[in-house]
């Protein structure tokens, strides 16, 4: 089988070259996913647009999109996005019991909780959301608006978990602690 390599950035295109700089700036370093993704600089724009444009007039705050990214990525076993967004959701202010709190859906804030679940039911269920967990987001005080973003939410991370299962590149973030 096919082993995917961490292209070096003098190996893509003078596009995701640019890209990746501006991560590198941003960042201090190209994490292996980002420069993976980088073989194709159409999906390497697309994701970092899509992740800026998340967090613009955004339903959810930087920490509640950690929770959304630590649940998505346990329910697609996905070591790489564990890894890093363990270590983002720390920066934003979790603890290690949170991170793993939120990767078992049991917060203890109701409200984030609801946002847990129903994205743990959408990522579980190819994108369908079991009835109560919808119900309950809504009961939460979310609108139609959030239910929007948290689905896209879910496919940017679904993304960044798929390119992972299907390259297994280095994951070059302390490990996530398994549950």
């Known amino acids: 089988m096919k082993t995917i390599q961490v292209p070096a950035k003098d190996q893509l295109n003078t596009v995701s070259q640019s890209i990746l700089e501006t991560v590198q700036s941003k960042m201090g370093k190209i994490p292996n996913l980002y420069a993976t993704i980088g073989y194709s600089s159409s999906a390497l724009k697309a994701m970092l647009d899509t992740e800026a444009s998340l967090s613009t007039d955004s339903s959810f705050s930087a920490k509640e999109r950690e929770a959304i990214n630590l649940i998505v990525s346990q329910v697609n076993n996905c ?74 939410l879910i496919a940017l991370r679904s993304f960044t978990n798929y390119v992972f299962a299907n390259t297994k590149i280095p994951v070059d973030f302390p490990e996530a602690q398994t549950i």
């Open 79 to 152: 070591d790489y996005c564990l890894a890093a967004h363990t270590m983002i959701a720390k920066m934003r202010g979790y603890s290690e019991e949170d991170t793993i709190a939120i990767r078992k859906a049991q917060y203890h804030d109701a409200k984030l909780n609801a946002v847990i679940l129903l994205a743990q039911s959408i990522a579980s269920n190819k994108g369908t959301a079991n009835p109560y967990d919808l119900e309950r987001f809504f009961e939460a005080g979310y609108d139609e608006k959030a239910l929007i973003e948290v689905t896209a």
